[in-house]
């Protein structure tokens, strides 16, 4: 139970992480699986997969394909509104960091 707890709540995270990258500079799905996976989030790309195809539903990412050696990449960036919620979640992500820090 432990896992599928700290899961949900790591899930948060990830939406975070992909929100800040995909602000930066245009993400495609197996660069940020290395990317979470250096920040210790061992995800398949069956789960981050859905999690893209939702933050594009929600208005969040938005996407655009490009022939890459042949194959279809779909890159992924950070709309408006993702831009809006990434930063309510970083003062969100203070204040409980400064409460919980002790």
Do not use: C, Q
């Given at each position: 139970?432990?896992?599928?707890?700290?899961?949900?709540?790591?899930?948060?995270f990830i939406h975070i992480h992909i929100l800040?990258?995909?602000?930066?500079?245009?993400?495609?799905?197996?660069?940020?699986?290395?990317?979470?996976?250096?920040?210790?989030?061992?995800?398949?790309?069956?789960?981050?997969?859905?999690?893209?195809?939702?933050?594009e539903e929600d208005g969040l990412?938005?996407?655009?394909?490009?022939?890459?050696?042949?194959?279809?990449?779909?890159?992924?960036?950070?709309?408006?509104?993702?831009?809006?919620?990434?930063?309510?979640?970083?003062?969100?992500?203070?204040?409980?960091?400064?409460?919980?820090?002790?």
């Amino acid at each position: 139970m432990e896992d599928k707890v700290l899961r949900k709540l790591f899930l948060g995270f990830i939406h975070i992480h992909i929100l800040h990258h995909a602000k930066e500079k245009p993400i495609f799905g197996v660069w940020m699986l290395e990317e979470l996976k250096e920040h210790g989030y061992n995800i398949s790309s069956g789960t981050l997969y859905p999690i893209l195809h939702s933050m594009e539903e929600d208005g969040l990412l938005s996407k655009k394909e490009k022939n890459v050696e042949g194959k279809i990449r779909k890159y992924y960036s950070t709309t408006d509104k993702g831009i809006h919620i990434l930063n309510e979640a970083r003062i969100k992500a203070y204040e409980l960091f400064k409460e919980i820090k002790d």
